[in-house]
């Protein structure tokens, strides 16, 4: 990280993160608990998968080749995270697979 610099790290993850935002916002049975503005989030994107409970969907979603997890919280929630090592292609995978859960 230090040789790429925090700054271009922080960048890239936000990029990232809003692509992913923007893609799962798209997709009806999705419920984005992430604020979509990047200045208000970083690299972790959560949501809520209609008639889906979350650990189903890390299940599913895992048999497309795609990680997830499930937010410790008593209202859990399906949790993605974007990082450096990311791919904007990664992050196409992961939408078209959540389009595909119902």
Wanted: net charge positive; proline share 5%; aromatic share 2%.
């Amino acid at each position: 990280m230090m040789g790429i610099g925090k700054d271009r790290v922080q960048q890239r993850t936000q990029e990232l993160a809003t692509r992913l935002k923007a893609g799962l916002a798209g997709i009806s049975h999705v419920t984005l608990a992430t604020p979509q503005a990047p200045e208000l989030s970083a690299g972790l994107v959560c949501c809520a998968i209609t008639g889906m409970q979350p650990l189903q969907a890390v299940e599913r979603l895992r048999a497309k080749k795609v990680l997830t997890s499930v937010t410790p919280y008593s209202h859990s929630l399906l949790r993605f995270g974007t990082s450096i090592v990311t791919t904007p292609e990664q992050v196409d995978l992961a939408i078209k697979a959540v389009e595909e859960l119902v």
